[in-house]
């Protein structure tokens, strides 16, 4: 399943998507909410780290406590309740003030995706019972496997089978947020970006404003990449560049543009 992620994001990439993907999906002059600016920090950058609680939790929770920025864990229910070693991993997460949660549906689709968006009701039903299970603070959720954004009127499909899903969630409430910035994996779970290689995309995806709203990137990495202290340096020393670089702040997806607070 983790290649599978991998695989079909460079793809993705691979195939030049990405460079202004969303030029048909974004009219700047309609969005509700005009990105905020101050003179000092012009770009925000959102960190969300899907498919928690697993492996890497403790190494995730370790470095976001050490270097104090916020972050989103996209939390998959059926993982919390799979192992004790997991169930535990969240009450620690729950202790760590860095970190805001939001769903990531209960199941991943079993890892079925073809099954799973065939049946956008069984794609609701999932994401509410996550929600019932863990109770997420906000409406936010990313759906598994795919990049797929309807929040605040605005929207954009990632190409593949999803869409009816994601119209439903959006019109039960939920606020689907995909990625403009993949921390790739290789096959073996490993970051493929050097922490150097990947500030130098994000300040690329700031400069040429190729994000769903212009200055602000929401950066996608996951949890099973973060399992040893290779890997967890690799984190550290790209917080850090970002850390050091005044035009850029790091916030939680509650602060996004088209957030809206649940009622
Ligand atoms: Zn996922």
Redesign the pocket.
């Known amino acids: 399943m983790k290649k599978f992620y991998s695989g079909l994001l460079i793809f993705l990439i691979g195939a030049g998507n990405w460079q202004g993907k969303y030029g048909h999906a974004t009219d700047i002059q309609s969005l509700p909410v005009k990105a905020v600016r101050d003179t000092v920090h012009t770009y925000t950058l959102y960190f969300t780290i899907?498919?928690g609680p697993l492996e890497g939790t403790p190494y995730i929770d370790s470095v976001f406590r050490e270097e104090k920025v916020p972050a989103d864990l996209f939390l998959v229910g059926s993982h919390v309740y799979q192992d004790e070693l997991f169930t535990d991993y969240l009450k620690k997460l729950r202790k760590n003030k860095w970190f805001e949660f939001d769903n990531?549906s209960y199941t991943?689709a079993n890892e079925d995706y073809n099954f799973y968006y065939a049946h956008p009701k069984i794609v609701l039903h999932d994401m509410e019972r996550n929600q019932d299970s863990l109770h997420f603070n906000n409406t936010i959720c990313r759906m598994?496997?795919r990049n797929m954004w309807r929040i605040a009127g605005k929207r954009f499909d990632d190409g593949f089978s999803g869409s009816s899903s994601a119209n439903l969630l959006k019109r039960k409430g939920y606020q689907v947020i995909g990625w403009d910035l993949e921390w790739e994996a290789d096959s073996l779970n490993r970051p493929v970006q050097s922490p150097d290689s990947l500030f130098h995309q994000l300040k690329r995806a700031f400069y040429d404003e190729e994000s769903f709203v212009p200055g602000h990137v929401v950066l996608l990495c996951h949890d099973w990449m973060f399992t040893n202290a290779s890997a967890k340096k690799e984190l550290e020393n790209f917080i850090r560049l970002v850390k050091e670089d005044k035009e850029i702040r790091f916030e939680w997806l509650k602060k996004y543009p088209l957030y809206k607070k649940k009622k």
């Open positions: 899907d498919d990531h991943h598994p496997a």
